[in-house]
């Protein structure tokens, strides 16, 4: 059974950095075809994905995000990391994380996510 | 970047009667389309992928179909379980992968 949870602060100030780790089981980032995902909701608003990594540490961003985003992988520890600079309030939303499979990243489905993590960005 | 738009926003809709939510894509997308359900506080489920193959455990009352730029959810005798947002992403063109704005499907 594959499980994940995001965790990190539920507060963050604007300009300030915010790192959100996804802690996941029941597969491995080393395994070929694997990916996690990173998606966000902002309160009663739509789905927006934000980035990606492979098994193979390709990276893939939104390009909306992409200069303030970064994501890594531990996979010793079965952990993704994303890391997003410059908060602000527009970025109060749930993140949460997912997991995927594409071979050859053409392009895949989310299945299953995690519970989410609400984070405020306020002074 | 691929705009996703569903329509309705909201679908009212009494128990035991059938839901048909829609999802329009701004070019082709093939059938790399995959419809999730979210209920409140929780994370969203997927439902269908490629178009119109359920994901394992999905009743067989929700059925997917569509291709190119025109897809279609559909549950055929809703249950109470099933009043939810339900949101459609295409993942045939990306980054970035995108989501259409949601349907709210309610009790009529």
């Known amino acids: 059974q594959i499980t994940l949870k995001e965790s990190g602060p539920t507060l963050v100030k604007p300009t300030q950095t915010l790192t959100l780790t996804c802690t996941f089981s029941?597969?491995?980032?080393?395994?070929?075809?694997?990916?996690v995902g990173w998606i966000r909701q902002p309160p009663g608003k739509a789905l927006e994905w934000l980035a990606l990594i492979f098994w193979d540490d390709d990276r893939r961003y939104s390009p909306s995000l992409k200069n303030r985003l970064t994501i890594t992988k531990d996979t010793s520890k079965n952990q993704v990391v994303l890391s997003m600079t410059n908060m602000d309030p527009v970025d109060t939303a749930t993140y949460y994380c997912?997991?995927?499979?594409?071979?050859?990243?053409?392009?895949?489905?989310?299945?299953?996510w995690g519970q989410g993590t609400l984070v405020t960005v306020s002074s | 970047e691929i705009v996703m738009t569903q329509s309705p926003a909201t679908l009212s809709v009494s128990p035991g009667e059938r839901a048909t939510l829609s999802c329009r894509a701004s070019?082709?997308?093939?059938?790399?389309l995959a419809w999730y359900q979210q209920k409140p506080g929780q994370a969203p489920r997927l439902l269908i992928y490629g178009a119109s193959t359920r994901a394992t455990g999905v009743p067989a009352r929700f059925s997917g179909s569509g291709s190119g730029t025109e897809f279609t959810l559909t549950i055929s005798s809703l249950q109470s379980e099933d009043f939810a947002a339900y949101y459609c992403?295409?993942?045939?063109?990306?980054?970035?992968?995108?989501f259409g704005q949601g349907t709210k499907l309610e009790i009529k």
């Open positions: 029941g597969f491995s980032l080393s395994t070929s075809g694997v990916s």
């Open positions: 992403q295409q993942y045939n063109n990306w980054p970035p992968y995108t």
């Open positions: 070019q082709s997308v093939r059938s790399n």
């Open positions: 997912a997991h995927t499979t594409d071979y050859f990243a053409s392009g895949s489905y989310f299945d299953p």
